[in-house]
C-alpha cells in the first residue's frame, strides 16, 4: 500500500516586496492566482482532505479563492518564519502519519512528476532516513540555502545565505525549500526548532540538521532546473513565472498539432484548450477556461476569455469575446464584440462592429456590419441589416426581442424590446419598430418621405441676403 500523503501549503506570508495590498498568492500567473496552481498540484498527490493551506495575510481572501476546492485551512496569526507556519497545524496534522509534504503558495511552477518522484525517493530510502528534500546545483545560488552532504551523500545541514562560513557559500547545491519527510519524525522533533538566527524566526531549514543528529538523514534529490522551484517575491519574478507557464503552454499546444504563428507574441493561460489543426495568428490573447475546437482559425489581436467554440469556427482580427458560446462554423469580425450569454449556432455570422450580449443568433443567420444585439432571441437564416439596434433597456428593466426564422431586417432598424418579430417577417430599412410584427408580413416604421422643390435654393439664397 503507498504511504499515505498530506500536504502542507503555505500562504500567510505578507510578501512585503510585492509592494502590494492583495494577497502574494493571489497574485496571477498563467491566467490564474499563484494558490490556484499550488493547490491544483496537491490535489493530484493528495485527497482535499489531507491538503492544508495555511493563511494569515488577508485570510478570508484567500480561503475564497479556494471556494469549492474542498482543503482545509489553518491559521498562523502571527508569521514567526517557515517552521512556525507548519508548527501552527500540530494539533490538526500530527496525528495523520504517513509522509509530509510542505510546499509553498508562491511556488506554482514544480511539475506534478517531479513531487512524485520526491516522493518515490522519500519511500524508498532507508528506514532510518526522515525522507528527501529538493535541491538543484546553481551557477550562481545566491540568496538559497546550500545543502550540506555526508560522506555517505545525505544532506545533514542546510545553511542560509546569511549564516554560511566562505567555504559553506562556494557550494553550488542550493536547497530549493520542499521537502517530503516522514511524519511522525517531523512531529517528535519539530519543537527543537530555535529562533537564535539574524531573523529571530524558526527555520524550517532546520529540521535537516535537526533529524540528522537524531539519526534520521534527509536525501537531496536533485533537479535539473532550478527554475522550477522558483519563488515569487517581486513583480519582476511575477512576470518571469508568468513568462515560463505561457512558454509550456505554448509548447504543449504545438506539439499537439496547433499552429501558432509568432509564439513569443501569443499569449494563452494554462487551463485553456484547443484542438488539432487550429491556426492562432500573432498578438492573439486566449483566456481563463476557453475551449477551442479543431480546424478554428484565431486571427491577429483577438482576445477570447472563457469561451467554448466548435470546430472550424473563424474569428477574424481584433474581435473581442466573452463568456460565449460559438457553434461548428460559426464566424466573427473583424472587431466583433460579444458580451456574456451570447451563443451564436452553427454557421452563423457576425461580422465588423457588431456586438452581441446575451444573445442566441441562429444556424446561418448574419449580422454583417455595425449592429448592437442584446438579450434577444434570433431564429435560422435571419439577416440583420447594418444600423440594426435592440432597444432594451428602458432604464429600469432589460427586455426581451424575439426575431423568426427567415426574417429579415433592414439597415438602420430600431427594434424597440419587448418585441416579438414573426417568422419570414420584412422589416424596410429605417424602420423604429414598437409593435408585434405578424409572420410573412412587410413593417414600415418610418415617416413618408416628402420633397419641397427648390427649397435648398432659395434657402442658400436668403441666407445671403442675410449676410452684412
Not at 26 to 34: E, I, Q, V, W
Not at 67 to 87: I, S
Not at 108 to 137: C, F, H, K, V
Not at 158 to 174: D, F, I, M, N, S
Request: proline share 5%; charged share 25%.
Amino acid at each position: 500500500m503507498p504511504t499515505p500523503l498530506t500536504v502542507t501549503i503555505l500562504a500567510a506570508g505578507l510578501g512585503t516586496r510585492m509592494k502590494s495590498r492583495q494577497a502574494k498568492v493571489l497574485h496571477r500567473a498563467g491566467g490564474k492566482p499563484l494558490i490556484e496552481h499550488v493547490v491544483e498540484t496537491a490535489l493530484a498527490l493528495a485527497p482535499p482532505e489531507r491538503v492544508f493551506v495555511v493563511v494569515g495575510h488577508r485570510a478570508d481572501d484567500v480561503r475564497h479563492a479556494l471556494e469549492g476546492r474542498g482543503v482545509q485551512f489553518l491559521e498562523q496569526t502571527e508569521q514567526k518564519g517557515t517552521g512556525h507556519a507548519v508548527m501552527v497545524g500540530r494539533d490538526a496534522l500530527a496525528d495523520l502519519g504517513g509522509q509530509l509534504m510542505i510546499l509553498y503558495g508562491d511556488c506554482p511552477l514544480l511539475r506534478i512528476e517531479t513531487l512524485r518522484r520526491l516522493i518515490a525517493t522519500a519511500d524508498a530510502a532507508p528506514a532510518e532516513s526522515a525522507g528527501a528534500l529538493l535541491s538543484a546545483r546553481m551557477d550562481d545560488p545566491t540568496g538559497y540555502g546550500r545543502v550540506i552532504r555526508d560522506q555517505a551523500g545525505y544532506a545533514c545541514a542546510v545553511v542560509e545565505q546569511k549564516a554560511g562560513t566562505p567555504q559553506q557559500l562556494a557550494l553550488r547545491e542550493a536547497n530549493m525549500g520542499i521537502y517530503c519527510l516522514r511524519a511522525d519524525l517531523f512531529w517528535n522533533h519539530v519543537a527543537e526548532l530555535r529562533t537564535d538566527n539574524p531573523a529571530g524566526e524558526y527555520y524550517l531549514t532546520d529540521m535537516v540538521g535537526i533529524l540528522y543528529r537524531a539519526g534520521h538523514p534527509v536525501h537531496a534529490m536533485e533537479i535539473a532546473d532550478a527554475r522550477e522551484a522558483l519563488g515569487i517575491n517581486t513583480r519582476l519574478e511575477l512576470a518571469e513565472v508568468d513568462a515560463i507557464f505561457r512558454q509550456r503552454k505554448r509548447q504543449g499546444l504545438m506539439l499537439a498539432g496547433v499552429t501558432i504563428e509568432s509564439p513569443a507574441s501569443v499569449a494563452i493561460d494554462v487551463d485553456v484548450r484547443i484542438g488539432i489543426d487550429t491556426v492562432i495568428e500573432p498578438c492573439a490573447r486566449i483566456l481563463g477556461r476557453t475551449v477551442i475546437g479543431e480546424d478554428c482559425r484565431i486571427g491577429a489581436g483577438a482576445v477570447i476569455r472563457d469561451c467554448e467554440l466548435g470546430n472550424g469556427v473563424e474569428i477574424r482580427p481584433y474581435s473581442v469575446m466573452e463568456q460565449s458560446r460559438l457553434d461548428e462554423g460559426a464566424e466573427v469580425g473583424p472587431f466583433g464584440r460579444l458580451r456574456p450569454g451570447a451563443h451564436m449556432e452553427a454557421h452563423s455570422h457576425i461580422g465588423n462592429f457588431v456586438e452581441l450580449k446575451n444573445t442566441r443568433l441562429g444556424p446561418g443567420s448574419k449580422a454583417n456590419h455595425l449592429a448592437y444585439l442584446g438579450d434577444s432571441q434570433i431564429g435560422a437564416r435571419v439577416n440583420v441589416g447594418a444600423g440594426t439596434i435592440t432597444c432594451n433597456y428602458d432604464g429600469f428593466r432589460k427586455h426581451p426581442t424575439r426575431i423568426g426564422d427567415g426574417a429579415f431586417v433592414g439597415s438602420n432598424s430600431t427594434l424597440v424590446a419587448p418585441l416579438e418579430v414573426g417568422d419570414g417577417a420584412y422589416i424596410g430599412a429605417g424602420s423604429v419598430i414598437t409593435d408585434p410584427v405578424p409572420a410573412d408580413a412587410l413593417v414600415l416604421g418610418r415617416a413618408r418621405q416628402v420633397i419641397k422643390e427648390d427649397w435648398a435654393r432659395k434657402r442658400r439664397a436668403l441666407g445671403k441676403a442675410r449676410t452684412p
